[in-house]
Antibody, heavy 126, light 106 residues
Framework: QVQLQESGPGLVKPSGTLSLTCAVS?????????WSWVRQPPGKGLEWIGE???????NYNPSLKSRVTISVDKSKNQFSLKLSSVTAADTAVYYC???????????????????WGQGTLVTVSS | IQLTQSPSSLSASVGDRVTITCRAS??????LAWYQQKPGKAPKLLIY???TLQSGVPSRFSGSGSGTDFTLTISSLQPEDFATYYC?????????FGQGTKLEIK
């Protein structure tokens, strides 16, 4: 089955750029799924960051759009997140997830997150 | 689209029937999912399309609703069900989550 694994620096300096990679195993990133990033500040709720399709098409959370870039590397079966101009408010556990495609009452719906990576904590601090 | 869950926290006992509510700020048809998250772990998809149980999820979990009002019900709480639950909506490739409901042991 598909598994996802995040990797990247656990500490980023304020005003710097956060960079993470999500490696996909057990399946192809060139499948019909979108692939997403979600984050969770310590002790708080979940926030969707953005998603990418293997063609390179992206959708971003409007609140983060000016600082976010998500890219895909089909040769390595992975996708990546870059978040620029980070502050302490960007300290969070960052998850990657597959956007699941389902058939419900004859209608194809995509938009549920499954599976998820284990998550990686990124702290923004000098 | 904003999602508001209630209650924010809930104390219950093993064997209890529990209901969590999620209200959307505008109609979202049946485009709602529920997740379970345990401390230090990634969220787990329980229900999608408001009422469809994800494969492998116990049948004591059920979901209902459409439009703006949705519920997650656990028919008979088990010890492993104590966790935080989130609802999530999708709208034209834009996604938001509710603030979460923490289910604690009484």
């Amino acid at each position: 089955q598909v598994q996802l694994q995040e990797s990247g620096p656990g500490l980023v300096k304020p005003s710097g750029t956060l960079s993470l990679t999500c490696a996909v195993s057990g399946g192809s990133i060139s499948s019909s799924n979108w692939w997403s990033w979600v984050r969770q500040p310590p002790g708080k709720g979940l926030e969707w960051i953005g998603e990418i399709y293997h063609s390179g098409s992206t959708n971003y959370n409007p609140s983060l759009k000016s600082r976010v870039t998500i890219s895909v590397d089909k040769s390595k079966n992975q996708f990546s997140l870059k978040l620029s101009s980070v502050t302490a408010a960007d300290t969070a556990v960052y998850y990657c997830a597959r956007v699941l495609i389902t058939m419900v009452r004859g209608v194809i719906i995509t938009g549920w997150f499954d599976p998820w990576g284990q998550g990686t904590l990124v702290t923004v601090s000098s | 689209i904003q999602l508001t869950q209630s209650p924010s926290s809930l104390s219950a006992s093993v064997g209890d029937r529990v209901t969590i509510t999620c209200r959307a700020s505008q109609g979202i048809s049946s485009y709602l999912a529920w997740y379970q998250q345990k401390p230090g772990k990634a969220p787990k998809l329980l229900i999608y399309a408001a009422s469809t149980l994800q494969s492998g999820v116990p049948s004591r979990f059920s979901g209902s609703g459409s439009g703006t009002d949705f519920t997650l019900t656990i028919s008979s709480l088990q010890p492993e069900d104590f966790a935080t639950y989130y609802c999530q909506q999708l709208n034209s490739h834009m996604y938001t989550f509710g603030q979460g409901t923490k289910l604690e042991i009484k």
